[in-house]
């Protein structure tokens, strides 16, 4: 998924996704890498963040919904975003 807004991008990469069944409940885990491109007191900057989402989805009427969704951060950094060297 990409966003962009005001200036700032966002991607998503969507790494390993699982999700148990249990009737009209499920579960599920989510790993993501997220990459926001932004700019900071005149400096674009790029935060990479590994994220793990803890979902709950319930059944209604024969479609899937979020019923819970929590976010982990296991780890990201900050860092300038600069254009690659020309050759």
Do not use: C
């Not at 599920?28 to 793990?52: C, P, Q």
């Amino acid at each position: 998924m990409n966003l962009t807004i005001n200036g700032s991008a966002v991607k998503l990469d969507d790494r390993q996704s699982t999700v148990n069944l249990d009737g009209d409940r499920a579960t599920g885990e989510s790993y993501t890498i997220a990459h926001h491109a932004f700019n900071e007191k005149g400096r674009r900057e790029i935060m990479v963040a590994w994220l793990l989402y803890l979902d709950t989805f319930t059944r209604i009427y024969q479609s899937w919904y979020f019923a819970e969704r929590n976010l982990s951060l296991d780890w990201s950094e900050t860092r300038p975003l600069v254009a690659p060297a020309s050759a």
